[in-house]
């Protein structure tokens, strides 16, 4: 009717001010607090950037001594969350498991609920960064009937996330400082993105004065879907299903007939119309980890030969598309041993402070609810049928 702009898929539509992430979609570029993600991922780690993404500035050695120890010592859950797991299904998909525990934790932290208390908000985000690599490896021990492993507080946030995952009552597991490193590299990679589908979800619950659990339950529902954060786990299945170099043409055929449904996974983006910065480095990580291990993954030279022949091919050049963060990131984690259900449940425990700091800085600041309008297309006002 005039009145509103029609924006469907918000694709020109800025729903909030935020002085934490900054993206160039068309040259590649991605900053957190103004530093590049390239500079993070090389010198940084996962902690101390979900300090910066909190806080807004770099830890200095005391504060990140006391932030590490305050994430590294928090990461038990309460007994009772175990009853709460043992009622899903075996076979349950872990996202769906970590939807149901997240939501749960509000009925567990109650103490500490109130949004206006600026020490609940803190000790909140704490608590989620701290808790969610455990409940994580938690619905991946239920799936396979393995016992729940405990955190240990002397390992680091990546190293302790695969001991809880890995090790088992009759098997330490030795953690693999280099395995570590990479999984913290991952985590850190997704730390945050601006204001993409999941985290829009938990500003807009939010905005409603939700709490922070059931909040960030919402936005690791958003992060679910294929189109987002599921497209690691569809990455690796399209890789398997192709399973030779000799097939590629046909899976790029398939990309482009718009009769197919078909699209190339972990390939293209709302924002970068060039390079995603994280791909980069996820695809040297790539090498570095199966360097290490000692693996010769056929998926991976399908990969690398399908982004080549993508990266040539017009239909991809006309509409700039290139691969996303999810292309490569899928074979590192199948390379550590996970499997490919939890692939997107660590996309969401690396984006966990990134959802959580957006949480906060809408929070803290003078806001609205998020109310968007809808141009109505149904029948004019009709009266009821006479009996
Ligand atoms: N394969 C084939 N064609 C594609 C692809 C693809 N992966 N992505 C976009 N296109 C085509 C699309 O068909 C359309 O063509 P046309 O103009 O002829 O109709 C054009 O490119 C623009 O695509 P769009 O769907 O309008 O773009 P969008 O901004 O709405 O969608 C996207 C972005 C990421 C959902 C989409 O590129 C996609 O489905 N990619 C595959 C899934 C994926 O890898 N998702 C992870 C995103 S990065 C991590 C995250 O943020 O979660």
Request: aromatic residues 10%; negative net charge; charged residues 25%.
């Amino acid at each position: 009717n005039g009145i509103f702009t029609y924006d469907p898929g918000f694709v020109s539509t800025a729903a909030c001010e935020s002085a934490i992430t900054y993206i160039d979609g068309d040259k590649g570029v991605l900053l957190h607090r103004g530093y590049p993600i390239e500079q993070l991922a090389e010198h940084s780690d996962f902690l101390e950037v979900c300090y910066l993404l909190l806080y807004g500035e770099l830890p200095d050695a005391d504060a990140r001594e006391k932030f590490s120890n305050t994430i590294l010592h928090h990461t038990m859950v309460h007994e009772q969350i175990i009853s709460f797991l043992k009622g899903f299904r075996r076979d349950a998909h872990p996202m769906a498991i970590m939807c149901g525990l997240v939501g749960a934790l509000s009925s567990f932290y109650h103490d500490s609920l109130d949004i206006n208390n600026e020490r609940h908000r803190e000790i909140t985000a704490h608590r989620l960064i701290s808790k969610m690599p455990t409940l994580a490896a938690m619905a991946y021990k239920y799936s396979v009937g393995q016992p729940f492993v405990y955190p240990r507080n002397e390992l680091s946030y990546g190293g302790n996330f695969l001991h809880m995952m890995f090790a088992t009552p009759c098997e330490e597991y030795k953690v693999n400082p280099v395995l570590a490193k990479a999984m913290d590299r991952i985590f850190l990679l997704h730390a945050d993105h601006e204001q993409n589908a999941s985290t829009s979800t938990v500003r807009l619950a939010g905005s409603s004065g939700a709490n922070p659990f059931a909040c960030i339950a919402s936005g690791i529902a958003a992060l679910w879907g294929p189109a987002h954060g599921g497209a690691n786990e569809a990455v690796l299945k399209m890789l398997e299903e192709i399973g030779n170099e000799k097939h590629i043409d046909t899976f790029i055929k398939r990309a482009k007939d718009k009769d197919d449904p078909f699209r190339l996974m972990g390939f293209g983006h709302r924002v970068y119309k060039n390079f995603d910065p994280r791909a980069k480095v996820m695809k040297q990580t790539c090498d570095e980890v199966l360097g290490e291990l000692g693996i010769n993954d056929p998926l991976l030279r399908i990969a690398k030969r399908l982004e080549q022949i993508a990266l040539e091919d017009e239909y991809f050049v006309e509409r700039k598309l290139y691969p996303n963060v999810d292309f490569y990131s899928g074979i590192i984690l199948k390379a550590l041993g996970i499997p490919v259900e939890m692939f997107t449940v660590i996309f969401a425990t690396g984006r966990t402070p990134g959802w959580i700091a957006h949480w906060h800085e809408m929070i803290s600041h003078s806001y609205r609810i998020g109310r968007p309008r809808q141009l109505y297309t149904g029948p004019a006002k009709r009266d009821y049928p006479a009996k």
